[in-house]
């Protein structure tokens, strides 16, 4: 009876050891299905959201000496010289556009040295729009992203964050976007250099991003989110668009910046890749 017993049981045990590795197999391949490749890339599988504007004369740009509008001039045409053909004039600041590190601290890469694996990033969007509803200067706050945390997780390592604060709905009126008063200073919200160092320091990201004109907010003179962000050898994207389409966190970004030898920086593409089962509900 004891033999029998002990038979009983071993044929249990070994097909529980039989089920639970087929288990850690499925589990497996879920997680490995889970995981975007260039495969479901190239296949459709995965969505894509374009988080650039396009240029043209009306685009806002920053608003001092020397800054002038983007242009665009035809220089041939099919019906005279067989190929169409144009030139365009524009600052590098403008538009959809990224700084370099260079930008604002001396002896950082420009746009041409930021190493290429730097442009490829995990996506982190961080909501102040209720804030920057209420005040047009707000700067994200450290507490803005440890709250954020406790919802969505830590941020990883290497990510580039996004101020998400509402203000490209101003985007095609101009006056509106940089919101100047009538002595010249201008309001929209921004980073804080708190949250700016703590995103170095202690998330260790590539870059930060936002969808008004400056990472620092609008009355900034000393640009001190700029320094931080410049100074740690990190990049910065402005006027980025369509953030309200994307999640909090789980996608992943391409960054294409225009490649200027010695440039500050310039206009970019950027691209939003959303893998399955991913949306800004999430």
Request: charged share 20%.
């Amino acid at each position: 009876m004891r033999r029998v017993l002990i038979i009983i049981v071993l044929t249990m045990l070994s097909a529980c050891g039989f089920w639970l590795s087929e288990l850690s197999v499925a589990e497996d391949a879920a997680k490995r299905a889970a995981v975007p490749s260039l495969e479901s890339l190239f296949a459709g599988d995965m969505e894509i959201i374009d988080l650039t504007y396009p240029l043209n004369a009306e685009s806002p740009y920053w608003p001092a000496d020397d800054y002038i509008p983007f242009s665009l001039k035809t220089i041939a045409t099919l019906k005279n010289d067989g190929v169409l053909s144009k030139a365009f004039t524009s600052p590098e600041h403008l538009g959809t556009h990224i700084d370099a590190p260079n930008h604002f601290e001396p002896n950082q890469p420009s746009v041409d040295q930021i190493p290429v694996k730097q442009f490829f990033a995990p996506g982190v969007v961080i909501d102040i729009s209720p804030q920057a509803e209420v005040d047009a200067d707000y700067r994200m706050s450290v507490a803005d992203i440890t709250d954020w945390e406790k919802e969505h997780g830590k941020i990883p390592e290497g990510a580039v964050v996004m101020a998400k604060t509402g203000w490209g709905r101003f985007w095609t009126n101009f006056a509106r976007y940089k919101n100047q008063d009538v002595r010249g200073g201008l309001h929209f919200p921004g980073f804080s250099d708190e949250a700016a160092q703590f995103l170095v320091k202690q998330r260790k990201i590539r870059g930060i991003g936002i969808d008004t004109l400056s990472i620092d907010h609008g009355p900034s003179k000393d640009f001190a989110v700029h320094h931080t962000i410049n100074g740690a050898g990190k990049y910065a994207l402005e006027n980025v668009a369509y953030l309200d389409k994307l999640p909090a966190r789980g996608f992943y970004l391409v960054i294409a910046p225009i490649k200027i030898e010695t440039g500050s920086g310039g206009p970019t593409r950027i691209f939003a890749i959303l893998p399955p089962g991913t949306s800004e509900s999430e």
